[in-house]
């Protein structure tokens, strides 16, 4: 049973779209981190959420965490090509156990 | 720069030939770890290290050891790689904050 559930796995859109990945469980995290990953390289961190109903924006990205700390989504607005590549969530049950699950991904496509 | 390193990058092997993947960061980070990556499966942790000669099993430790005899170094142990063990590995570490910094990766190939 896959603990982080991504969706969608897919994504291709147009430059200039806007678009939510969705990161969902049904056990309680103590934070939740993104990822984003290029081919052939590793995973590099966008962001960690770590209060229930927290919002983090980065530039074009926003990141919310569901008040029960439960889910969590990424919207990108006006999306670009170099947002292209695949976007991992990752979560912790346990404060400071440095467990982490990984979702399995949403691997997006921007075209220009 | 303050960066991961992982090493070899790349490596191809045959089933029962003990290998050694090593891994190094240069931020003075008390936590480490390795993961696999599988198509399908996504991102799996091997095992992890709070400090110095502590480590513990994560999700799919089976056929791999690790040690962390200094702080910067973390490698991963393959005793008697089989073919199920191909996969890509990832070497991380990790701030008291959440702050992780991946390594660029290790394709290995256990024929």
């Known amino acids: 049973t896959q603990l982080l559930e991504q969706s969608p796995q897919f994504l291709s859109i147009q430059e200039g779209e806007n678009l939510t990945v969705y990161c969902n469980s049904s056990s309680v995290f103590s934070s939740l981190q993104w990822y984003r990953q290029e081919p052939g390289e590793g995973p590099v961190l966008l962001v960690t959420v770590v209060t229930g109903g927290e919002v983090k924006k980065l530039k074009r990205l926003t990141f919310q965490f569901g008040d029960a700390r439960k889910d969590s989504s990424l919207h990108i607005t006006a999306a670009q090509p170099g947002d292209t590549g695949l976007y991992l969530c990752?979560?912790?049950?346990?404060?400071?156990?440095?467990?982490?699950?990984f979702g399995k991904g949403t691997k997006l496509s921007v075209i220009p | 720069e303050a960066q991961v390193t992982q090493n070899p990058r790349y490596l191809i092997t045959v089933t029962g030939k003990k290998l050694t993947v090593t891994c190094s960061q240069n931020?003075?980070?008390?936590?480490m770890s390795w993961y696999r990556q599988d198509p399908g499966l996504g991102l799996r942790q091997i095992y992890y290290?709070?400090?110095?000669?502590?480590?513990d099993k994560g999700d799919v430790p089976e056929g791999y050891k690790v040690s962390r005899k200094e702080k910067r170094n973390f490698p991963l142990i393959l005793e008697s790689p089989s073919p199920n063990q191909t996969s890509l590995y990832f070497c991380a570490s990790r701030t008291t904050d959440y702050e992780q910094y991946f390594g660029p990766g290790t394709r290995l190939t256990v024929t």
């Open positions: 931020m003075n980070h008390e936590y």
């Open positions: 990752a979560g912790e049950m346990r404060a400071g156990s440095y467990q982490l699950t």
């Open positions: 290290s709070m400090n110095v000669e502590v480590t």
